[in-house]
């Protein structure tokens, strides 16, 4: 499974935290801890949040799709409020605010 971290140390210390509880010497609750404060956070997008945030990188919601790895009719539902992202798609929606499209390119 591929992680998102928000930042190399991040990473860095979230592998640490992994290899400690493989072990045995970090318990469930404190690796959801490292979890949550390590890997990149997720929220919930309107479908005005979409749009803004394709906007905002000025392309089109077939280059948006190509970037996302979806479907341009996707990208027009989310728009119109009619689906809402979800899983991986709801994850790199929440890089590319915080990073720009470039962050997955």
């Known amino acids: 499974m591929t992680?998102?971290?928000k930042s190399d140390v991040s990473a860095s210390?979230?592998?640490?935290?992994?290899?400690?509880?493989?072990?045995g010497l970090i318990d469930k609750a404190t690796m959801r801890h490292f979890d949550e404060?390590?890997?990149?956070?997720?929220?919930?997008?309107t479908a005005e949040d979409i749009?803004?945030?394709?906007e905002r990188e000025q392309?089109?919601?077939?280059?948006?799709?190509?970037?996302?790895?979806v479907s341009k009719?996707?990208?027009?539902?989310w728009e119109r409020g009619?689906?809402?992202p979800a899983g991986p798609s709801l994850k790199l929606?929440?890089?590319v605010e915080r990073k720009g499209l470039s962050s997955i390119a």
């Open 93 to 95: 929606l929440s890089l």
């Open 73 to 77: 009719d996707s990208v027009s539902q």
């Open 37 to 45: 404060s390590c890997l990149t956070p997720i929220h919930e997008f």
């Open 3 to 5: 992680r998102t971290y």
């Open 59 to 69: 392309v089109s919601q077939t280059i948006f799709a190509a970037y996302l790895n």
């Open 51 to 54: 749009r803004k945030l394709r």
């Open 82 to 84: 009619q689906k809402q």
């Open 13 to 23: 210390l979230h592998e640490l935290a992994s290899d400690l509880h493989e072990v």
